[in-house]
């Protein structure tokens, strides 16, 4: 279960959902119980599950 895991999400090509939603490519998104924590370049903590996801996208509803 995602939800209930720390999972962080690697180089990521982030549409944020804003109105211009410029891509943010090499984007780092950090969930922590089901809720974004954090977005940037992120450093895993131990026992955190880390998902490359170089050459995919991530939106607030999927990744493509």
């Given at each position: 279960?995602?939800?209930?895991?720390?999972?962080?999400?690697?180089?990521?090509?982030?549409?944020?959902?804003?109105?211009d939603?410029?891509p943010?490519?090499?984007?780092?998104?950090a969930?922590?119980?089901?809720i974004?924590?954090?977005?940037?370049?992120?450093a895993?903590?131990?026992?955190?599950?880390?998902?490359?996801?170089?050459?995919k996208?991530?939106?607030?509803?999927?990744?493509v």
């Open positions: 279960d995602v939800c209930s895991s720390d999972l962080v999400f690697k180089n990521c090509t982030l549409l944020d959902g804003t109105l939603m410029q943010k490519p090499g984007t780092d998104v969930i922590e119980n089901g974004i924590t954090e977005i940037g370049s992120i895993p903590k131990s026992g955190d599950e880390v998902i490359d996801l170089t050459g996208y991530l939106d607030r509803k999927s990744v």
